[in-house]
Structures are given as structure tokens and as C-alpha cells.
Nanobody, 115 residues
């Protein structure tokens, strides 16, 4: 069964950095794109970053130049490196596996950017 387990969230000051991890199991990790979403209070869930099976990446305009998505197929893990964090980055961050039949989600990890 598919499992996605996020970690690495926390409280950080503006300008700080965090690295989120998503440990995946239950499927052939290297055969799927992986995505990070986030959802701030009172807002819709939004796509933050995508990494393809070939390592190609796409980032939301709001995080370009500050966030990086990467993957380690040997460890079945996808990462989101977040630098120069802003208060508006505060949200629950979710790892996502998009398959043809279903979208799988992790439980989310809270990121709070505040002084």
C-alpha cells in the first residue's frame, strides 16, 4: 500500500531555511513524478513543485529562486529545500503522488515562518 510520510517542518524566522522530506513506499518510486503542495489557512491547496522521473523540475512562480525540489530514487525520498522563507510561505506542506487512477497524499508537515 502506498505511504507518503513528510518530515522536516517547523518554526523558522523570515529569511531562514528548511528542508522537507517525503519518504515513499508501496510503489516503484522511480517510475512516477512527485509533487509538493501547500495549503495555508483559509486558502486552497496549491501546487508548489514537481519533479519528473527524469529529474526535470517545475516550480510555482511564487517560490522560484528560493525553493528546490529533488529526489533520491535509492532512498525513495523526495525533498523540498526552502530558502529565504517568507511569512507567506506559512502552510501545511503535502507530498503528492499522482497516478492515473488516484492521487495519494501524505499527512502533511506544518511550516511556520514568523519572527
Amino acid at each position: 500500500q502506498v505511504q507518503l510520510v513528510e518530515s522536516g517542518g517547523g518554526l523558522v524566522q523570515p529569511g531562514g531555511s528548511l528542508r522537507l522530506s517525503c519518504a515513499a513506499s508501496g510503489f516503484v518510486f522511480g517510475s512516477y513524478d512527485m509533487r509538493w503542495f501547500r495549503q495555508a489557512p483559509g486558502k486552497e491547496r496549491e501546487l508548489v513543485a514537481v519533479i519528473g522521473i527524469d529529474g526535470s523540475t517545475r516550480l510555482a512562480d511564487s517560490v522560484k529562486g528560493r525553493f528546490t525540489i529533488s529526489r533520491d530514487n535509492g532512498l525513495n525520498t523526495v525533498y523540498l529545500q526552502m530558502n529565504s522563507l517568507k511569512p507567506e510561505d506559512t502552510a501545511v506542506y503535502y507530498c503528492n503522488l499522482p497516478t492515473r487512477s488516484f492521487l495519494y497524499w501524505g499527512q502533511g508537515t506544518q511550516v511556520t515562518v514568523s519572527s
